[in-house]
């Protein structure tokens, strides 16, 4: 009878030796799960900061006068891009282009001193639109360099940022510089220091 205590108990051992272990107690799903918790997390708040901070639409004023259907056709491209199209949706010839010069400020990081020299070119329709720009232009670099010192290193990193920050600019020509039929601006130079 002793032999088969002996016996029971050293079945019983055995037993518990090959018996599973639960679900949650410590296996790699536990670990997995929080893991791509987070994963899902993060690529959910990356597409909704790439759907709220999307660069809005900028409408310029067009011209008016003896060349304003033409101006006009060719002012509805994609501002801050360039690519002004004509009447039958070819893109339209580029019209005159006037250089702003280079900017050179001191950026807003808080963690360490960036400076950035960055130079525009602006398109406009025609050279009576180039003349109004030109008569404005210490205003439109004044307007520049005030939004340019508000910027940080980050607002010049990829294409997006280069985007906004563009769109940001030709709005501020269209305001400084009305009745100029202005197609786009153009980043001709970037350096960050």
């Known amino acids: 009878m002793a032999d088969s205590n002996e016996k029971e108990a050293k079945d019983a051992k055995e037993a518990k030796k090959e018996a599973p272990k639960p679900a949650g107690g410590g296996g790699m799903g536990s670990k997995l799960l929080p893991a791509l918790t987070a994963v899902n997390s993060l690529l959910i708040a990356a597409v909704l900061a790439v759907l709220l901070l999307r660069p809005p639409t900028v409408k310029v004023a067009e011209p008016k006068g003896e060349h304003g259907d033409e101006a006009a056709a060719a002012s509805h491209g994609e501002h801050g891009e360039g690519e002004a199209k004509g009447k ?56 520049f360099l005030s939004y340019l010192s508000d910027r940080t290193s980050a607002d010049f990193r990829g294409s997006e940022s280069l985007v906004r920050l563009k769109s940001s600019l030709l709005q501020r020509v269209g305001e400084a510089s009305p009745g100029a039929a202005v197609r786009g601006i153009f980043l001709t130079e970037l350096v960050i220091q």
């Open 88 to 143: 039958d949706g070819k893109h339209a010839a580029p019209g005159p282009t006037l250089r702003l010069g280079d900017f050179v400020v001191h950026l807003r990081d808080p963690d360490a001193d960036h400076f950035a020299k960055v130079s525009f070119d602006v398109e406009v329709a025609d050279e009576k639109a180039k003349e109004v720009v030109n008569a404005r232009l210490p205003q439109i670099r004044d307007a």
